[in-house]
Nanobody, 111 residues
Framework: QVQLVESGGGLVQPGGSLRLSCTGS????????VLWYRQPPGQEREFIGH???????YIPLAEEGRFVISRDSAKLVSYLQINNLKPEDTAVYYC?????WGQGTQVTVSS
């Protein structure tokens, strides 16, 4: 089964941007939808959006375009770009594919 590794998190000031990565371990990573979630401290994990095999994205948390999901099939990677970061974006961010979760990457937004 595929393994997923998230990266790119860190400490960012409000208003900044981050691009998180979700890297798959096998070529079939490109054949399946990739879902992105986040879990703020003390809260439930919440769905951010997804990108299909063909690149169609669905992001209910669009929030005026702050979240952008993409993928690079050649690199077996999906990206989650978050712009204009706010303190409430502080969370562990996860990707998921076929029920498999990565380990998550921590994003902390603070001045």
């Amino acid at each position: 089964q595929v393994q997923l590794v998230e990266s790119g998190g860190g400490l960012v000031q409000p208003g900044g941007s981050l691009r998180l990565s979700c890297t798959g371990s096998r070529d079939d990573f490109n054949l399946h939808i990739v879902l992105w979630y986040r879990q703020p401290p003390g809260q439930e994990r919440e769905f951010i959006g997804h990108i299909t095999r063909s690149g169609y994205t669905y992001i209910p948390l669009a929030e005026e375009g702050r979240f952008v999901i993409s993928r690079d099939s050649a690199k077996l990677v999906s990206y989650l770009q978050i712009n204009n970061l706010k303190p409430e974006d502080t969370a562990v961010y996860y990707c998921n594919q076929q029920g498999i979760w990565g380990q998550g990457t921590q994003v902390t937004v603070s001045s």
